[in-house]
């Protein structure tokens, strides 16, 4: 065993050591402490979490959410929710030629799967000494899968979007389109840019139309196929809710394809339903009867002589189906007579004339939700000239919208409505002014439905839908004279006229006759027809019921004494 | 003695150390997951927003109107055709059972033994009370 040696230390030696040792231990005693600080702290944080100083810190480390709905535009509606615009990711082919190792293989294998490219432009393309070329914009996922499984090297997909319409050309010129950066430049999509937009700080808000896919659809078939019956270069339509003054359908042909707006020509991207103004005709005898009517001039008994033509100023204003006799306010509504209406007009007056048709908003610009809408055009002076020939729908041009929306506030009980293109809520208050009186709306119903029943428009009859309207004929006015053989023939209507609940306006421009019409191409033949067969389409779609037209309940509502002298001639 | 806390302070220090390493490691995890997860939905949305314009475009009227045309012998929809339930005609009842019609009897129940057979009145019943008071009367 080794014995344990102490050494001793003594005097100065040892106060040395007893220095170094307290050193130390004061040394050690700090940075014990300090560890024992940190190690408590680092036991504490594991224990409870990081504590106070979360909500700032953590929202720093945590990931961002990536916005699910990725930047892109709203998306718009139909009132029953069909899809009217939407935008798509969309991916772009594209092609590094100098990747591309045989341009004319991979020419050849690209058109076999996308079938309307040019193989030989795309050989060039891909032959070409650059590093980019686009191949095609917009390919569909199909495309995009065949391509892919094609596995040409030196082809590459940019992921871009696309505002796909895919209703094509039905709703065109009310939803309207957007240029390429997603920008609207027409109808819906540009009145309400800002709200679809989706912004860094806002997402866009998708919009319900009050158009009616169906209705829309009916409305364009009908338009279209009676365009080409009759060979109009043009026709437009509106279908309209009478007591919330919503447009349920809007037609304007021709029209175009959102989709590829870029491929039709201008004039056909131009809305004649808002935008176009035209001298109506006829159907403003529907305004001057109730203006009449309301200003108590006349009564429904008394009537004018409509013997022989009128001569003002060098004017001369005959009637079209003249009747040589005279004709009491049903007869002149119901034959179109315009020696009659002018004759009306001028005893109400000029000044309350105008002041009528203002308050129908017919002499300014219409409040609706889109950006393309026509200014009325008024002559340059209102005298007793001026209010003949405007009773009777000459010398003044509205747009159909400005019509439906007149006709409609007439039929409806006298109240005027700004129409709309958005979806109202249903028993959503909707505010309005008066226009006629009760009494007032009420005779002009009988009167509409006379002339469908034994008037001008007998064609525009859909059985059992209780249609009532008003014919109009007009000559196109070109470069200030009016051409005999280019007319605007329209027929505006309300059904069912015990109680109406929509309007239906429909136009064509410049209708040839043919021999179903045997010739004629005024309103009663020509777009008559297309009210009778629009009306026994939708009016089931709508819920409107039909009734028997000839039951007496029926007759007794829609009665109204004509006060005809004519000489019958005597029956034995 | 000395050497037990050393190796507890040791172990306490490698514990919490690896508890911590592996924590963010799964933190670090989960962010990578959540971030697949968030695009997976995005790119569910889209396939979703192209399925309904699919949908919508597959849906066109002039579509569905070629369809119905092929396959549905379908004419437009004549007056006549709409009727309404109070449009139906009322049922003809024959006179036997409207004459016991003004009071409906419970029906029997097959397991209820009856005593007696009440008799009817010999014009008809009338209320459900009257059955009871003509029996008291007995």
């Given at each position: 065993m080794v014995e344990q040696q102490t050494i001793r230390l003594e005097g100065s030696a040892k106060e040395a050591l007893e220095l170094g040792r307290n050193r130390l231990v004061v040394a050690g005693v700090l940075f014990a402490f300090c560890f024992f600080v940190l190690a408590g702290r680092l036991v504490g944080l594991a224990l409870t979490g990081i504590g106070q100083e979360t909500d700032e810190h953590v929202a720093e480390v945590r990931p961002k959410p990536t916005q699910?709905?990725?930047g892109v535009r709203a998306p718009i509606y139909d009132r029953s929710g069909k899809l009217l615009a939407v935008t798509l990711d969309t991916v772009s082919l594209f092609a590094d030629p100098s990747k591309v190792l045989d341009a004319r293989e991979a020419a050849e294998k690209i058109v076999s799967v996308?079938?309307?490219?040019?193989p030989e432009q795309l050989e060039r393309k891909l032959a070409a000494n650059r590093n980019f070329t686009w191949v095609k914009r917009h390919i569909t996922p199909t495309e995009q899968k065949a391509v892919n499984d094609?596995?040409?090297?030196g082809l590459f997909f940019r992921e871009e979007e696309k505002r796909v319409y895919p209703m094509g050309p039905l709703v065109s010129h009310l939803v309207g389109y957007t240029d390429i950066d997603n920008k609207?430049?027409?109808g819906i999509e540009k009145y309400f840019d800002d709200q679809l937009e989706t912004t860094d700080d806002k997402v866009g808000e998708p919009l319900y139309l009050s158009v009616d896919l169906r209705v829309q659809y009916a409305l364009r078939e009908e338009l279209s196929r009676f365009m080409t019956v009759f060979q109009a270069i043009g026709a437009s339509g509106i279908v309209m809710d009478v007591n919330s003054a919503e447009i349920l359908g809007m037609v304007s042909l021709p029209d175009f394809d959102p989709n590829r707006p870029q491929d039709f020509p201008k004039d056909s991207k131009f809305n004649k339903a808002t935008l176009g103004v035209y001298e109506m005709g006829s159907t403003f005898k529907a305004f001057t009867t109730a203006m009449a009517l309301e200003n108590r001039?006349?009564?429904?008994r008394d009537g004018y002589d409509a013997t022989d033509p009128i001569r003002i100023a060098g004017f001369r204003i005959r009637d079209d189906h003249p009747k040589k006799r005279w004709l009491s306010v049903p007869e002149i509504f119901m034959y179109s007579s315009n020696i009659g209406t002018a004759k009306m007009a001028e005893d109400v007056g000029p000044k309350r004339h105008r002041a009528f048709l203002d308050k129908l908003g017919l002499l300014r610009r219409p409040v609706v939700e889109l950006p393309e809408v026509g200014a009325p055009i008024l002559p340059p002076r209102w005298n007793t000239l001026e209010t003949m020939t405007i009773s009777y729908g000459h010398g003044l041009s509205v747009s159909p919208l400005q019509l439906s929306s007149a006709i409609s506030s007439i039929v409806n009980g006298g109240v005027f409505h700004n129409p709309t293109v958005l979806r109202r809520d249903v028993g959503e208050e909707v505010s309005g002014k008066r226009v006629v009186s009760k009494k007032t709306s009420n005779v002009l119903r009988r009167l509409m439905r006379l002339v469908v029943e034994k008037g001008t428009g007998r064609n525009a009859n859909a059985e059992g839908y209780l249609v009532g309207g008003k014919t109009g004929t007009a000559e196109k006015a070109v470069n200030g004279r009016y051409k005999r053989d280019a007319l605007v023939t329209s027929f505006v209507s309300a059904f069912p006229m015990n109680n109406p609940r929509y309007v239906v306006l429909a136009m064509l421009d410049e209708p040839k006759g043919n021999a179903s019409t045997h010739g004629f191409r005024s309103a009663g033949w020509t777009t008559a027809p297309i009210v009778a067969r629009l009306i026994s389409r939708i009016g089931p779609i709508l819920g409107v019921k039909p009734v028997d037209e000839e039951s007496d309940a029926i007759r007794k509502a829609m009665h109204i004494p004509v006060y005809s002298r004519e000489k019958k001639l005597a029956t034995f | 003695m000395k050497w037990k806390v050393y190796a507890l302070i040791a172990l306490a220090f490698v514990t919490v150390s690896s508890g911590l390493y592996k924590l963010s490691y799964e933190v670090q995890q989960l962010n990578g997951d959540l971030r697949n997860i968030r695009a997976q939905i995005k790119d569910n949305r889209q396939a979703i927003q192209v399925l309904k314009a699919e949908w919508a475009y597959r849906n066109r009227p002039d579509n569905l109107q070629a369809l119905t045309a092929k396959y549905l012998p379908l004419l437009l929809v004549a007056p006549y055709q709409v009727a309404s339930l109070e449009d139906l005609p009322e049922r003809e009842l024959s006179p036997e059972i409207t004459s016991i019609l003004g009071v409906p009897i419970p029906r029997r129940k097959p397991r209820l033994e009856i005593i007696e057979e009440v008799p009817l009145p010999p014009q008809g019943l009338h209320l459900a009370t009257y059955q009871v008071q003509d029996r008291d009367l007995d």
């Open positions: 699910v709905v990725s996308i079938e309307d490219l040019d094609l596995g040409i090297p609207g430049i027409a001039t006349v009564s429904l | -």
